[in-house]
């Protein structure tokens, strides 16, 4: 068995050299070559679809966000902030309460609102409403932030993110459906 | 007995056992490495171990589903026989392998046996040092509950940091748009699949360079390595004074992995399996997210750093950081091996042990963070109103609903976010107490919109009165607090007019 292998050298194995000299060179090295670029191809035959589909993030990009209701426009009370929660509109059947997202709604008077982003603009922690003292405060890295939103104190590297939003039908639709993040701010 | 011998020798001239044997657990180190300081490579390798079996366990009950990941948790702790065990296990098993791996990476620095001929041993171990690191991450969200939810949305939100491609690395990192059931089901991949495998194959190179080029002997003080003479030097000490691995250099090995298994059974037994904690639901924002004690120090720095300097050090130290241990063996790859000849290197270790103890121990007890209940939680104490003017009292009313207490404290209690308020009218003079509360500054934020002018005065007037007994509170020192003495004479009033009159 290990000698069948071998096609040169081995003086003790006369049997085998012979074997082994006897075709043409040029056809074992075409051979082998030729076993090669095959197996390329197939593995690029493999590879295409692999990779296709682990980075399929990078080929098909649509845009995940959509106008989300946020329910009627008298739950929100003029002068006042609310949290909000919303169903991710990219869901899965198997996200569970995972896919549920809040934002805080501050409505200013009649359809002039403010919707930020729960997260943090500096690294995504779920900022909190005090209203007596007008802030939110983020519980990481005490990022603190003022009721229009705008960064007041701590390491955020700007204000809350802001969904656009709309009044219709008497309610309040924001577009959303994406984690906010700095190099993609909702 | 005699075919019993036979079927051994048959056995071993299939399987080639004893040359395997003598190869691997039976090859010759240096006696000297039969130390104890020489342990913590192979309990490094038995923690994987431990963890690879305990894992296999958990994973015959665990369901990596977002809407059910929580509840197979749950069920592990309360249902499964022997489950909270398990679970402890793992987790004990993750802090032991992450601890040991660090004693054996700064033994193997002080011991300098990253020089050569182990340059591509210690470059191996470097890429081990990521895997755990990576695994402890991917861990960290195995356990799906709320601080791995909001652990993710931390990682997420540093890739998003990125230059130009940061919003599809998210993307990737997260298996879509936001944290759902794809971003759990890859995590599990990476924790239960990619990430082992590798450490596998990693570590098969790792102990094939260890058998290989030998294993470092003890140092010795003025015995620097020569590229030249090291390889005839090392066959010498084996010849001289070479023992079999097994049995004569594993003894202290065997000890110590005894000890770390019943170390870590004990833990496990003793503080139980860690959380899950409050359930994965993003919409319960009354949550304090931290990070498993690996990322402590990273956690604290972030909140620490100034912002200008976040992009350089989330991006460019960690870069700079790994080529330097790359890079080491190759840079400093001959010379002194004693710790006893190499200063720098002893100072180095102590001061990166210091850097992130105290970090992590910062980010354990995170000041900076308001204490959200402060201003509901803690109470003034009595003494701070005691005997104080109506205007005195309300403005302890307004610190107290304003929620100032969750930044500043006062007898002790109260956030650590801001400065301690008990002696503040020594500090800060009744001008530069309004000027702070209606503008902000420094890490305050402005309530010029937030109070009336009635408050104000009432807040500061409160404020004067935090100092201790008998010390009054600063003035200013151009506007006196008694006023001068009239003028003598015409000359002296017109040069105390201003100057316009003149
Ligand atoms: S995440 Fe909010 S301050 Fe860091």
């Not at chain 2, 833990?267 to 993003?282: D, S, T, V």
């Not at chain 2, 105290?358 to 204490?371: E, F, I, K, N, R």
């Amino acid at each position: 068995m290990s000698g069948a292998h071998e096609q040169h050298g081995r003086s003790d194995h006369p049997a085998t050299e012979q074997k082994g000299n006897t075709p043409d060179p040029t056809r074992r090295d075409w051979l082998f070559t030729a076993g090669v670029a095959v197996n390329v191809a197939a593995g690029l035959l493999l590879a295409i679809p692999l990779v296709g589909f682990v980075f399929a993030s990078f080929v098909e990009r649509k845009d995940p966000r959509t106008w989300i209701s946020l329910g009627p426009l008298d739950s929100y009370p003029e002068k006042a902030t609310r949290i909000a929660m919303y169903r991710n509109p990219y869901t899965r059947p198997w996200d569970g309460e995972t896919a549920d997202i809040p934002c805080w709604v501050r409505r200013l008077q009649g359809n002039q609102f403010q919707v930020f982003a729960i997260n943090c603009t500096h690294l995504g922690c779920p900022v909190r409403w005090f209203q007596e003292s007008g802030l939110f405060l983020c519980p990481c890295h005490g990022g603190a932030y003022y009721e229009d939103g705008a960064r007041a104190a701590g390491p955020p590297p700007r204000g809350l993110y802001q969904y656009n939003y709309k009044v219709e039908n008497g309610q309040l639709w924001v577009k959303g459906g994406e984690m906010p993040t700095l190099s993609n701010p909702v | 007995m005699n075919w019993l011998r036979k079927s051994a020798i048959w056995l071993d001239d299939r399987l080639h056992l004893t040359a395997l044997y003598a190869s691997t657990a039976g090859h010759e180190v240096p006696a000297s490495a039969g130390s104890w300081f020489y342990v913590f490579g192979s309990a490094t390798l038995l923690c994987f171990v431990i963890q690879v079996i305990t894992g296999a366990c958990l994973a015959f009950v665990y369901i990596p589903s977002t809407n059910e990941a929580y509840t197979s948790l749950e069920y592990l702790n309360h249902a499964q026989f022997w489950g909270w065990y398990l679970r402890a296990v793992h987790n004990w098993g993750s802090n032991f392998m992450v601890a040991i791996m660090t004693a054996h990476m700064i033994q193997v620095f002080l011991f300098g046996a990253y020089k050569y001929p182990r340059e591509l041993t210690w470059v191996s171990g470097i890429f081990l040092l990521l895997c755990t690191l990576a695994m402890a991450f991917t861990g960290q969200v195995m356990r799906f509950d709320q601080d791995a939810y909001w652990g993710l949305t931390i990682g997420a939100s540093i890739t998003g940091r990125v230059p130009l491609i940061g919003s599809q690395l998210v993307h990737l990192l997260l298996a879509g748009p936001i944290i759902a059931g794809e971003t759990l089901s890859r995590f599990f991949t990476l924790h239960v699949f990619i990430i082992p495998g590798l450490i596998i194959a990693i570590v098969s190179m790792h102990l094939r360079l260890v058998l290989t080029k030998g294993i470092n002997e003890y140092p010795k003080p003025g015995h620097p390595v020569h590229k030249a003479t090291y390889d005839a030097e090392y066959a010498e000490i084996l010849k001289k004074e070479g023992v079999p691995f097994v049995p004569h250099a594993i003894g202290k090995d065997l000890i110590f992995a005894g000890i770390v298994i019943v170390g870590i059974l004990g833990c496990a037994l003793i503080f139980g399996p860690k959380g899950p904690g409050g359930p994965p639901n993003p919409t319960l924002v009354d949550t304090n997210p931290r990070p498993d004690f690996y990322f402590l120090a990273i956690f604290a720095a972030l909140a620490l750093l100034p912002d200008w300097m976040e992009v350089m050090v989330l991006f460019i130290a960690p870069a700079v950081l790994l080529i330097f241990l790359l890079a080491l063996p190759f840079i400093s790859g001959t010379g002194e091996k004693s710790a006893r000849r190499r200063p720098v290197a002893v100072l180095l270790v102590v001061f990166a042990m210091l850097v992130i103890g105290v970090l992590a121990y910062m980010g354990q007890t995170s000041p900076w963070s308001p204490q959200m209940s402060g201003w509901s939680g803690d109470a003034i104490p009595v003494e701070y109103v005691k005997g104080r003017t109506p205007l005195e009292l309300h403005g302890a009313l307004v610190f107290q609903n304003k929620q100032c207490r969750n930044c500043h404290s006062l007898g002790g209690q109260g956030g650590e976010r801001g400065p301690a308020l008990d002696s503040v009218a020594t500090r800060l003079t009744k001008d530069e107490m309004v000027r702070q509360v209606i503008q902000g500054g420094g890490n305050m934020p402005a309530y010029g919109k937030k109070l009336s002018p009635a408050e104000v005065d009432a807040l500061v007037a409160f404020m004067q009165t935090l100092r201790p007994k008998y010390v009054p509170p600063v003035r200013n020192s151009d506007k006196p607090e008694n006023p001068k003495p009239l003028p003598r004479d015409v000359a002296e009033l017109r040069s105390a007019l201003p100057r316009m009159n003149r």
